[in-house]
T-cell receptor, first 112, second 112 residues
Framework: ETGVTQTPRHLVMGMTNKKSLKCEQH?????MYWYKQSAKKPLELMFV???????ENNSVPSRFSPECPNSSHLFLHLHTLQPEDSALYLC???????????FGSGTRLTVV | GENVEQHPSTLSVQEGDSAVIKCTYS??????FPWYKQELGKRPQLIID?????GEKKDQRIAVTLNKTAKHFSLHITETQPEDSAVYFC???????????FGKGTHLIIQP
């Protein structure tokens, strides 16, 4: 483990379901991120939280809703997803912006 | 926003030879350039990074060079070994509250 833990590791959900992804870090980092990784595409930045404040929302559809209750935890709430949302969702943290990330192992999401 | 182009998408080299992966970026304000290695089924891991006040950085068999005028940076791996086989991602950031913008990745294959 690198210090960034994501749960669940795998998730299969129907298009009408509501689910949440969880990310937890105990590295004392102040910035946390959600990225989407699809086949043959670059890692796509979704959300940035810096000192618990959302500083970037990269034109992500509203069916994805982030939550950062404290600097150690980050959630991604999912509802009414589409099949094209199937991907690996990676959480990362860094001491602050402008420093290298530590990634979690990701959640492999399949929307059926 | 920032745009990062990475080449080649696939690189096959003989074990012991050198490998070079190149990236270009669009935003002249970018000042932080990390490289990540992602093995199959695993999380991306930071292997080396460089900041804009430095032109070159080395860590054992890995080196990164940066040309700010031309807005490109490169990863050099010497004396390649089978365990170097992975997907490598470059990234760029302007710092502040931004997240990283990643290239599409290079699949490096080390031929025995």
């Amino acid at each position: 483990e690198t210090g960034v833990t994501q749960t669940p590791r795998h998730l299969v959900m129907g298009m009408t379901n509501k689910k949440s992804l969880k990310c937890e870090q105990h590295l004392g980092h102040n910035a946390m991120y959600w990225y989407k990784q699809s086949a043959k595409k670059p890692l796509e930045l979704m959300f940035v939280y810096n000192f618990k404040e959302q500083t970037e929302n990269n034109s992500v559809p509203s069916r994805f809703s982030p939550e950062c209750p404290n600097s150690s935890h980050l959630f991604l709430h999912l509802h009414t997803l589409q099949p094209e949302d199937s991907a690996l969702y990676l959480c990362a943290s860094s001491p602050r912006a402008f420093y290298g990330y530590t990634f979690g192992s990701g959640t492999r999401l399949t929307v059926v | 926003g920032e745009n990062v182009e990475q080449h080649p998408s696939t690189l096959s080299v003989q074990e012991g030879d050198s490998a070079v992966i190149k990236c270009t970026y669009s935003d002249s304000a970018s000042n932080y350039f990390p490289w990540y290695k992602q093995e199959l089924g695993k999380r991306p891991q930071l292997i080396i990074d460089i900041r804009s006040n430095v032109g070159e950085k080395k860590d054992q068999r890995i080196a990164v060079t940066l040309n700010k005028t031309a807005k490109h940076f490169s990863l050099h791996i010497t004396e390649t070994q089978p365990e170097d086989s992975a997907v490598y991602f470059c990234a760029a950031s302007t710092g502040g509250a931004d997240g990283l913008t990643f290239g599409k990745g290079t699949h490096l294959i080390i031929q025995p």
